[in-house]
């Protein structure tokens, strides 16, 4: 394998490195995160000039068709600035269910807003006691003529509280899986509650009162969305993977920095053998959720579903450990400052440890592989 980037894809990750240094220093996320949105739309659109919303979507939809690899090389970056834009919520995960779910008419109609950015929309799957598991779908929806009436409630919606539309999972009495709706967040019989999360991320529950929608609100089949809705959280589970390589990364050189400057009775502290251990064993872990967050890229673009899980549930397992792992050491190494807000240390371990639990946790993800290989003995 060839693990050299591309000419376009160094430009990409230059371009977005650049954006970062330049206008999302760690005051300027504060300035961001204390607005009423949350994040910032003159942000979004110079992600979108940059052509971050249109790379996941395919160039026969109207996209620049990028594959797992270059939306790697995005998150990462965007975890190492902590970036607070609905990325993952509101294109990549949408992305992903759009081309896996749609006909080829829906496709295109669908991503043309999502690759311009002027569109944002929300996977509303998660309900109330559903946990990690993807395909116990109890959210209701009734046949009514031409269309269908939603009723239900979805919680922690990624980017709900921005979304113009939303992808809703339903399930249609009488079938044997789920389906998949589009319907416009402004819809009556919808209400959104907003919150920030623990990680200065934002999210949604949204309840839905006999919600009416037409025929052709179902996107692709109907009752045959659980493959589409499992393909689409691989590629966000992929995507939280490359993005807490970026925020780990960043997480150890600072800490490092800190080590360096830090003095105590006389001397820095970087100069105790028993630090520069901890430090290192934190870069080990670092660079080995890279080399997994890469594996679990490359698996995105692999027709083969059970090969994709079992790559992806394999990095998600081993990342998730390493989140916790630099994010504790990073803090116990800055002292008590590391966990105060007016430090960034705690903000991206706060970051780390939602990521560790977003999408499934180690333990979940650690049962489904071996549940991979259960099968394919």
Known sequence: MDFNLSDEQNALKDSLAKFIDRDYTFDDRWKIIKTAEGWSRKHWDQLAEIGLMALPVAEADGGLGGTGVDTMLVMEELGR??????????????????????????????????????????????????????????????????????????????????????????????????????????????????????????????EFANVEVGADALIGERGQAAAAIDYALDVACAALCAEAVGAMAELHKITVEYLKTRKQFGRVIGMNQALQHRAVDMLMHVEMSRSMAMEAAVACDNTNAAA?????????????????????????????????????????????????????????HLGRYGDALLAAA
């Open 81 to 206: 600035g902590l970036v607070v834009e609905p990325y993952l919520g509101c294109v990549v995960l949408p992305a992903a269910l759009i081309k896996a779910a749609g006909n080829e008419s829906q496709r295109a109609t669908l991503s043309e807003g999502l690759a311009s950015g002027e569109t944002l929309y929300a996977f509303a799957h998660t309900e109330p006691g559903q946990r990690y598991e993807r395909n116990a779908v109890a959210f209701a929806a009734t046949a009514k003529g031409d269309g269908y009436v939603l009723n239900g409630k979805k919680v922690s919606v990624l980017g709900g509280d921005a979304a113009d539309q939303l992808l809703v999972s339903a399930t249609v009495a009488g079938d044997a899986g789920p389906s998949l709706f589009v319907v416009p967040a402004g819809a009556s019989g919808i209400k959104r509650f907003a919150y920030p999360m623990q990680d200065a991320q934002r999210g949604a529950d949204i």
């Open 308 to 364: 994709r899980a079992k790559a992806i549930s394999a990095a998600k397992t081993l990342i998730s450990q390493g989140c916790r792992y630099v994010g504790q050491n990073a803090v116990q190494l800055h002292g008590g400052i590391g966990v105060t807000h007016e430090l960034n240390t705690s903000h991206y371990f706060k970051r780390l440890t939602m990521i560790s639990v977003t999408f499934g946790d180690a333990d979940w």
